[in-house]
Structure formats: structure tokens, C-alpha cells
């Protein structure tokens, strides 16, 4: 008996430097987890930015964004939810959003199945003009048409081509005035890091 009173205590004394030492380890692994994190994010975004994108301080929120496609059948940018979205306003008068659409196609083959899409909407235009348009230079990412200008005014107001990154939340990150080649080496890294970030 005298010997199991000396055993108990050492037991109950080795449980506590056990359970601290545990609490140790998971302590630093969250920290390990949170750096990771905070590392990946600096990644991605140091990525956009080394290709032209403004990353924005906070995720924005949206307002509706709703047009009709080619078909006639709406196109809601909540029907993306889940994906990465690059919302692209465009024009067929506009000579950069022309010259980026070829590279832009490319782009969207080459991420489409990996959680990313491509919504370009015409602003400004008759659904007429642009039903041509894509006609003559057929594209398979989903184009919508602001027929009106309302969203163009909203979120191209300084000029077309204006492309914007939404997360899978369906928040604005990041976007950049101007054409460019989708297709840039650096580009499709900037997107492979992101995509490969986890970033929600």
C-alpha cells in the first residue's frame, strides 16, 4: 500500500506533463497552421501584384450582378459560387478586350476544371452587335450582356477592359484595368498559386 501511494502521485504528476505537453504540441501546430496561412496568403497576393492586379485590403461584397446570356437566359455570378470568378467587362468596339479574348479562351480551358471560370460581360451593347461578334470569333466562357451600361458604369467607369477576381464566396479580391495575354507564363503562375492557396 505505501508503495501504490508513491505510485499515484507520480502517475498523476506524469498525466500533467503529458496533457502539457500535448497542449504544447497542438498549440504550436496551430501556430505552424496559422503561419502557413498567413504565408500562402502573401504568396498569392505578392503574385497578383507582380502581374498588375490591385488586391484589395478586404474581400468586397457585390452587388447583384444578373444579366441575360447570348441565349436569353440569365446568368446570375451566384451561379459560380464555389469557383474563382474573373468578371470581365468588355466591349466588341474595344481593341484591347478584343485582343485579349483569343488568350482569355486559352486561359479558361486551361483552369476550368480546377475551380476557376470566366465571365465576360459586354457593356453598352446591343445583344445584336455582340451575338455577331462571338459568331465570328467563338468563345466557350460564359458571356453576359449588359445591354444597358448599368454595371459598366458601376464597375468599369474607368475603362475597359476592367477585370475582377471573385472568390468562392462570390467577394471581389482583386482587379486590374487594361488587356493583357492571359496566357503570360507569370500570369498562369499567379493563378496556379492562388487556386493552390485555398483561399475562400
Known amino acids: ?10 502517475i498523476f504528476t506524469t498525466l500533467l506533463l503529458f496533457l502539457s505537453a500535448t497542449d504544447m504540441v497542438l498549440f504550436a501546430a496551430e501556430g505552424a497552421k496559422s503561419a502557413a496561412t498567413a504565408n500562402n ?4 497576393k505578392k ?33 459560380f459560387a464555389g469557383s474563382f470568378v474573373i468578371l470581365n467587362f468588355w466591349a ?16 479558361y480551358k486551361t483552369f476550368k476544371d480546377k475551380q476557376l471560370t470566366i465571365f465576360a460581360i ?12 462571338i459568331k465570328a470569333n467563338p468563345h466557350s466562357f460564359p458571356i453576359g450582356l ?11 467607369g474607368r475603362g475597359i ?13 482583386a482587379g486590374t ?14 493563378f496556379t498559386i492562388l487556386l493552390s492557396s485555398g483561399k475562400k
Not at 501584384?49 to 437566359?73: C, M
Open 146 to 156: 449588359d445591354s444597358s451600361g448599368q454595371l459598366g458604369a458601376i464597375f468599369a
Open 1 to 10: 500500500m505505501k508503495h501504490m501511494k508513491h505510485i499515484r502521485p507520480l
Open 161 to 173: 477592359p476592367t477585370t475582377y477576381i471573385v472568390n468562392p464566396e462570390g467577394k471581389a479580391i
Open 41 to 44: 496568403t502573401q504568396a498569392w
Open 92 to 107: 466588341t468596339w474595344c481593341p484591347p478586350c478584343k485582343a485579349e479574348m483569343p488568350s482569355m479562351e486559352t486561359f
Open 47 to 79: 503574385a497578383l501584384q507582380d502581374v498588375g492586379f490591385t488586391v484589395f485590403p478586404e474581400a468586397q461584397a457585390l452587388p447583384v450582378i444578373r444579366v441575360p446570356g447570348l441565349d436569353g437566359k440569365q446568368i446570375d455570378i451566384k451561379d
Open 177 to 190: 484595368i487594361g488587356g493583357r495575354d492571359w496566357m503570360d507564363k507569370k500570369t498562369v503562375e499567379a
Open 122 to 133: 459586354s457593356t453598352g451593347e446591343k445583344p445584336d452587335t455582340v451575338q455577331s461578334f
